[in-house]
């Protein structure tokens, strides 16, 4: 397998999306190129995370950077709607942070995949392992 | 065409009516005679001609003049667009040249004048041509010594032998190609002797080509080839100096005949003593990254010995050899670790009665995106048959290397009586961080048995695309359960076992992302088309459903692919 582990070059890039960029316990907002970005939210008492554009080898440090930060809420939700492309270094990111975030005693939620992202997370099986919710709203309430 | 029936005068001339007549008449001429006819091929020579060309009548007749004969002041052939003599013949008019050069028998250039003039032959059928010539007198014999013939080489006609160098070198990415066209290009242009020695990946020298120019034919002396003794890292001997990259250097026989320094040293006076060459030039073959080996040019039959002048067209010549030899060698290289991965680390398949069994592996057409695919079976000591498809993450050898680790612990794993797919995983699962350089992989691996009226199925899926079940009906499926996650996370899960009874004529197919993953679709529409596809030839014998699959579904490759497909008994 190369290193992109189902790499889709079909899939729009996030061109033209905007960074949102937030300071919150300590994490960058944005990583290099403002290919992906990462916006921090306090909804129901829960931390969510709203990541856009690409995960790949650059960008997945700051995915992992931002969840392993959050408040010490009991719930953190990434909210990957607008996530568009995502390698194996994201899915390596997720386990991290979802490893990081059981250490502190939290629950991980990944809410509102697009269809070709939930079928790579479906595929390498790490719905097994995170919770998966079809939207943010489904994630604070389960 | 030469005829074996004639002798004597009579072999002067070819069987057409008036050659005989023809013949006589040149007898009289008093320099080197010849007549051609309309194709241009000689039909009448005279006594003088054969003694100046160092060849008999039988051999000089029937033969085309142009090809046999003419030749550049190296000896090289002479195309026919730049021949005058051909151009006079065509037009049917008189022409001459003060200096031209013909090849002897024994291989030599002479140095010849010439005049051509149409020939009616007394019978008056047929328009032949008649070419006179004779050695200028200004030089004994007439036999161009290398020296002269090496002068006679413009600049216009070096800058072209380098040009033809670069074309014909670099036009082929397989070193032994390069090699012999090396040969062909200074061969017998340039000497009559070559050697290669080249310097092999483990540092030794390797003595590739000694070839011999024998009039037109290139001999080979194997006799001479073979491993050479390591290059001296003081020695100033010629070729010493030259696998060192130091510099170039004219050779003779004398300069080896003293005390030898080194293993290389009585290699060396070996060869000229056994191919008599008198004089040599010795430069190194040097690309911009690593000294290659040494070309060495030599004269033996030829007279004149190479002159300092003469090496920086050889090292040139050397130079441009080099990057080809450098880039056929990268190449090589990199295709070897997919043969490696193919013909070493994937094994042979295991012989399960009643079970049919095909297994394809095909790296990615770019030789340097060698993936970690790859696939197993083997039979356990219970009698059954265990599967695996897997993927490593990582690229060429680390990857490949990855994946003979992992293979082979799923071996030791899976050989312990009775335990289910999902246990074994999860061992390799645990084993992977500590004791292995993978960092992630996917696979499915999967167990067959023999059962009930049929076979039975069971397997796990560590993260990898689900294996696919195609009946003999043409009824296809994707065995989505067993799911769980990739390897190397270092996430502690419970795996889960699935099974599938397989009914009869059925195949079951495991395979590798690269084979449904394609640049523009998304996965799911590269699985559709693997699904559809496999239906449709669920009806042919294993190997050819194997084969037509890979080629119909296969993405225009990007990606390699492991492959393996499993055909149950019918009935």
Redesign the interface.
């Known amino acids: 397998m190369r290193a992109p582990l189902f790499h889709f070059p079909g899939v729009p890039y996030g061109v033209g999306t905007t960074a949102v960029e937030e300071n919150v316990a300590g994490f960058e907002g944005r990583a290099e190129e403002h290919r992906l970005s990462v916006a921090h939210s306090r909804t129901d008492g829960a931390d969510v995370l709203t990541v856009t554009g690409e995960i790949d080898r650059d960008s997945a440090p700051l995915l992992l950077r931002a969840a392993a930060a959050g408040s010490g809420a009991e719930r953190t939700v990434l909210d990957f709607g607008g996530v568009t492309f995502m390698d194996s270094s994201g899915i390596n990111a997720l386990i991290a942070a979802h490893r990081t975030v059981g250490e502190r005693g939290g629950r991980l939620f990944l809410a509102a995949l697009r269809p070709e992202i939930a079928r790579i997370i479906e595929i390498v099986g790490l719905d097994t392992v995170i919770l998966c919710r079809d939207s943010v709203g489904d994630a604070l309430k389960s | 065409m030469a005829g074996q029936e004639t002798t004597g005068t009579e072999s002067r001339q070819a069987r057409e009516p008036s050659a005989a007549r023809v013949a006589e008449v040149l007898e009289a001429i008093g320099a080197g005679a010849y007549v051609v006819n309309e194709r241009g091929e000689i039909t009448a020579v005279n006594t003088a001609a054969e003694r100046l060309l160092d060849r008999t009548a039988a051999e000089l007749l029937g033969r085309d003049a142009h090809d046999l004969l003419h030749r550049g002041p190296q000896g090289q052939p002479l195309p026919a667009t730049r021949c005058g003599m051909r151009q006079a013949f065509h037009a049917r008019r008189t022409a001459q040249a003060a200096e031209d050069h013909f090849a002897r028998g024994d291989g030599s250039v002479l140095e010849v004048s010439w005049l051509v003039t149409p020939y009616i032959p007394a019978d008056g059928h047929g328009e032949w041509t008649l070419v006179v010539f004779h050695v200028p007198h200004r030089e004994a014999g007439g036999v161009l010594p290398a020296e002269r013939a090496r002068a006679a080489m413009s600049e216009h006609e070096r800058l072209a032998l380098l040009a033809e160098t670069t074309t014909r070198l670099t036009s082929t990415l397989d070193v032994e190609a390069t090699l012999r066209r090396l040969v062909d290009l200074v061969l017998p242009r340039l000497a009559d002797w070559v050697v290669i020695d080249l310097i092999t990946d483990r540092d030794e020298v390797w003595r590739t080509a000694v070839v011999e120019a024998d009039g037109d034919r290139l001999v080979h002396h194997e006799d001479l080839e073979g491993p050479m003794p390591p290059v001296p890292e003081e020695s100033p001997m010629p070729l010493s100096r030259a696998l060192r990259g130091v510099t170039s250097a004219i050779a003779g026989p004398q300069t080896y005949e003293r005390a030898p320094d080194s293993g290389i040293a009585v290699e060396q006076h070996r060869l000229f003593e056994v191919t008599g060459m008198h004089s040599a030039a010795i430069v190194p073959i040097r690309s911009t990254r690593a000294v290659l080996g040494a070309l060495t040019l030599g004269r033996a039959g030829k007279s004149g010995d190479f002159t300092a002048t003469d090496l920086p067209l050889f090292e040139d010549i050397a130079r441009r050899a080099a990057l080809a030899l450098d880039n056929a060698r990268l190449y090589q290289r990199q295709r070897k670790v997919a043969e490696t991965m193919q013909n070493h680390l994937l094994p042979q398949m295991p012989q399960v009665p009643g079970l049919r069994m095909a297994v394809r592996y095909l790296p990615a057409p770019d030789a340097s ?1 060698v ?3 790859w696939y197993d079976a083997f039979t356990l000591p219970e009698g059954t048959t265990a599967l695996a498809v897997g ?5 060429d050898l680390e ?1 490949a290397a990855g994946m003979a680790q992992l293979r082979n612990m799923l071996r030791a794993y899976a050989w312990s009586r009775g335990t289910p797919c999902s246990r074994v995983v999860e061992r390799l699962d645990e084993a992977i961080m500590p004791i292995t350089d993978v960092t ?3 696979l499915v691996f999967a167990k067959v048995t023999a059962a009930e009226g049929g076979w039975e199925l069971s397997w796990t ?5 689900p294996p696919l079940l195609i009946t003999r009906e043409g009824l296809a499926r994707y065995l989505t359960d067993g ?4 390897l190397g ?3 502690r ?1 419970s795996r889960p076992d699935a099974t599938a009874v397989l009914p009869l004529a059925s195949t079951l197919l495991l395979y ?2 690269g084979l449904v ?1 394609a ?6 529409e590269g699985m559709n088309r693997l699904r559809q596809h496999a239906a449709a030839l669920a009806h042919r014998p294993l190997e050819s459903f194997t084969d037509e699959l890979l080629r119909r579904v296969r993405p225009s490759g990007h ?1 390699d692919v492991a492959l393996l497909a499993l055909r149950t008994p019918d009935r």
């Open positions: 995106q993936g970690g695919d993927d490593v993450v990582g690229h990857a992630m992989a996917t899926n560590a993260g990898h695309p799911h769980g996650l990739l996370t270092g996430v899960t590798t992302d993953e640049p523009g679709s998304t996965l799911d990606d």
